[in-house]
């Protein structure tokens, strides 16, 4: 018992040395490459938007695989007390992975599709309170940008441009974005970044500059009026926040974001929202021109499901389910990174989902979140686009106002992807508009 007491002490120290080895190694490497970075930014031109910012992360991995080797060999032979499980394992090694890289600092992606409810849910991270960074939809200039050029690009191409900025972003460096604002923002000045209102971040007494009437229009800043916004001064509010949550309905799949995942100077975690694609649809018609053919498509009765927009939309769900499917399958890069979330769980239970999502993400669920929660969902009050709703009630509004002609057509192009999420399917219109019959299962999804 003595000589094997000797022998698992041993072990362990050799565990503990290599251990603070890494992490000095690894802090060093940080150090060097940060450096590097400043040097080849102020030495280099603006980056090629087709140049993808993806640096091989294999070196940085590498002593971490080599310490998986060695406490798998350290371990002993199976059945022996001091044997790590593969999750014990994989703990560790996250923790080592991110601990120096992300300086305590950490990464929400929020993923989702339009109509999806992802405002309202982006709005619970906005409110956390002033350590809090966010940003809504920063993508929509990538995309309007490619739409105006004659440049194409496949979705790989297209996925690795989204992510390339996104890292930018969550390393709070804006000059990736920059290239796609139109007009180009000059010395880092613009008035015209997207949505800026919706950051409270980005209205902040030292963000929200003065404004002269002769040169910009006041931007209205949710409760006051700003100059056009300094993007230096927009970093370095996102440099002094610990948390930095991102929204956006343009990231195509999932899996193009393996590499914004893997990056050792970020600890990224991604929640993907779902909705009943029914709803996503009334919802659509009643907030977007674009979507008058489907109102037409209601009144006649007759929809022509070989039409582009059926097609379209049968992609989407498609799109999304193949998505979700890599998450639910928990691929290694995906590990304790992944949230599924419905909205409607969210529209009736507000409060524990958000503390659900604010734990997943390692976020501590402040009071100033909780109160406005409190305040948004309790009341029906303004329009299409407002994210102050009774929560409950908003979620099944779709299920008393959409042709039941439509309900049919969703439902089978996009049935794979409703049983998928626990979307029950209706035959007949009496079913969809009694109250009393949920369309939505009990589903967890881990």
């Given at each position: 018992?003595?000589?094997?007491?000797?022998?698992?002490?041993?072990?362990?120290?050799?565990?503990?040395?290599?251990?603070?080895?890494?992490?000095?190694?690894?802090?060093?490497?940080?150090?060097?490459?940060?450096?590097?970075d400043k040097i080849i930014q102020s030495r280099a031109p603006p980056l090629d938007p087709h140049s993808p910012l993806d640096n091989s992360n294999t070196t940085q991995n590498g002593p971490l695989s080599m310490l998986k080797m060695l406490l798998s060999t350290l371990s002993g032979a199976k059945g022996n007390s001091s044997n790590f499980s593969d999750e014990q394992e994989d703990d560790e090694l996250d923790h080592l992975g991110t601990y120096n890289s992300s300086q305590g600092r950490k990464h929400v992606l929020l993923l989702a599709r339009t109509r999806?409810?992802?405002?309202?849910?982006?709005?619970i991270f906005n409110h956390h309170g002033e350590n809090m960074f966010y940003l809504f939809e920063p993508l929509w200039h990538v995309e309007r940008f490619l739409s105006l050029g004659k440049e194409n690009y496949n979705g790989t191409m297209l996925g690795?441009?989204?992510?390339d900025v996104l890292r930018g972003l969550f390393l709070c460096d804006f000059n990736p974005l920059e290239k796609f604002i139109s007009p180009p923002p000059e010395e880092h000045v613009t008035a015209a970044l997207f949505r800026r209102e919706m950051s409270l971040s980005l209205c902040e007494d030292h963000v929200c500059s003065p404004f002269d009437k002769e040169v910009y229009e006041p931007y209205r800043c949710r409760t006051r009026r700003c100059g056009p916004l300094n993007l230096t001064l927009a970093s370095e509010s996102c440099l002094s926040k610990q948390y930095h949550v991102i929204k956006t309905v343009r990231v195509p799949n999932l899996e193009s974001l393996q590499p914004l995942v893997e990056d050792p100077r970020l600890d990224v975690?991604?929640?993907?929202?779902?909705?009943?694609?029914?709803?996503?649809?009334?919802?659509?018609?009643?907030?977007?021109d674009a979507y008058e053919v489907w109102k037409a498509w209601g009144q006649d009765g007759q929809v022509p499901e070989d039409d582009y927009e059926v097609k379209k939309l049968k992609g989407n769900c498609d799109q999304i389910k193949m998505s979700a499917e890599v998450g639910?399958?928990?691929?290694?890069?995906?590990?304790?990174?992944?949230?599924?979330?419905?909205?409607?769980?969210?529209?009736?239970?507000?409060?524990?989902?958000?503390?659900?999502?604010y734990r997943f993400a390692g976020i501590p669920f402040s009071p100033q979140a909780r109160d406005w929660i409190l305040r948004n969902?309790?009341?029906?009050?303004?329009?299409?686009?407002?994210?102050?709703?009774?929560?409950?009630?908003?979620?099944?509004?779709?299920?008393?106002?959409?042709?039941?002609?439509?309900?049919?057509?969703?439902?089978?192009?996009?049935?794979?992807?409703?049983?998928?999420?626990?979307?029950?399917?209706v035959d007949d219109e009496k079913t969809l508009i009694n109250k009393s019959i949920s369309l939505l299962e009990d589903r967890q999804f881990q």
């Open positions: 018992m003595q000589t094997r007491n000797s022998i698992m002490k041993t072990k362990y120290s050799i565990v503990f040395i290599c251990i603070v080895a890494l992490v000095i190694i690894e802090k060093e490497s940080s150090i060097i490459s940060r450096v590097s999806t409810g992802s405002s309202f849910v982006g709005e690795r441009l989204y992510k975690r991604l929640i993907q929202l779902v909705r009943d694609p029914r709803a996503i649809l009334a919802s659509r018609m009643a907030a977007f639910l399958s928990h691929p290694h890069w995906l590990r304790k990174r992944y949230m599924l979330v419905r909205y409607e769980d969210i529209a009736l239970y507000p409060m524990q989902k958000a503390e659900d999502m969902t309790a009341q029906e009050e303004g329009d299409e686009y407002s994210t102050r709703k009774n929560s409950s009630e908003h979620a099944e509004k779709w299920r008393f106002s959409m042709p039941f002609t439509l309900v049919q057509v969703v439902q089978r192009v996009c049935e794979p992807h409703m049983k998928m999420f626990g979307y029950r399917i």
